[in-house]
């Protein structure tokens, strides 16, 4: 049975609540968006490539990343368009665990995220490390829904949900930020829910 590991979340405070400003609870439902159209690889074909400033680049493959000790989220999720949905429950690898094998340089400040359509989002490694990231395969005990990025996404749940890139194929370390695909077209660098850090100036 896998091992349940990394971050869970803890329910805040009882005066800042759980809905970001700015957000609605969007109770059972799962609005579906994506910049790109849905790609149809099979799972057991997918990779997942650590590489830039790290001291040992790898690639693994689906089974290889099933053979890590399995990692589990359940908290919420907040999209920038203003959606949140409570009580989400995904399973895959923690980024740190593959981090540790691909050992990040002292260099390595920021990451882009590299999905298999071209799409791409930057995030600073701080935000992917110490149990806050994932590529996760399984939502609410079945595999990931093709639409939400199955079979293989990033998920950073503390930040605004396109920071989680769908279809996850590559994250690249890297010494300086660079935008990628929203951040170019005018979205936030970081996109933290609870400071409203949606677009460039907020």
């Known amino acids: 049975m896998p091992v349940t590991r990394g971050f869970h979340r803890r329910r805040p405070e009882p005066e800042r609540g759980r809905l970001p400003p700015g957000q609605y609870d969007t109770g059972s439902s799962w609005p579906v ?9 099979a799972a057991d ?5 650590i590489d830039g400033l790290v001291a040992s680049p790898h690639t693994w493959s689906w089974s290889e990343l099933h053979s890590f000790p399995g990692s589990t989220f359940f908290g919420d999720i907040h999209c920038v368009t ?21 050992g990040p340089t002292h260099a390595a400040a920021y990451v882009m995220a590299h999905s298999v359509t071209g799409y791409t989002t930057n995030l600073p490694l701080a935000d992917v490390t110490g149990g806050k990231a994932w ?18 996404r990033l998920l950073v749940p503390h930040l605004y949900f396109w920071k989680s890139a769908k279809w996850v194929s590559r994250l690249e370390l890297m010494a300086e930020d660079r935008p990628g695909f ?21």
Do not use: C, I, M
């Open 82 to 102: 203003t959606w949140s949905k409570f009580d989400t429950t995904f399973s895959g690898v923690s980024v740190d665990d593959l981090l540790e094998v691909a």
């Open 45 to 49: 074909s997918w990779t997942l490539t």
């Open 182 to 202: 929203w951040e170019q077209n005018g979205y936030h660098d970081r996109g933290d829910p609870w400071l409203e850090q949606r677009y460039q100036g907020d």
């Open 135 to 152: 590529v996760v395969w399984s939502f609410d005990g079945e595999p990931l829904p093709r639409q939400h990025g199955g079979p293989l």
């Open 33 to 41: 968006l994506s910049a790109e159209a849905t790609p149809q690889q």
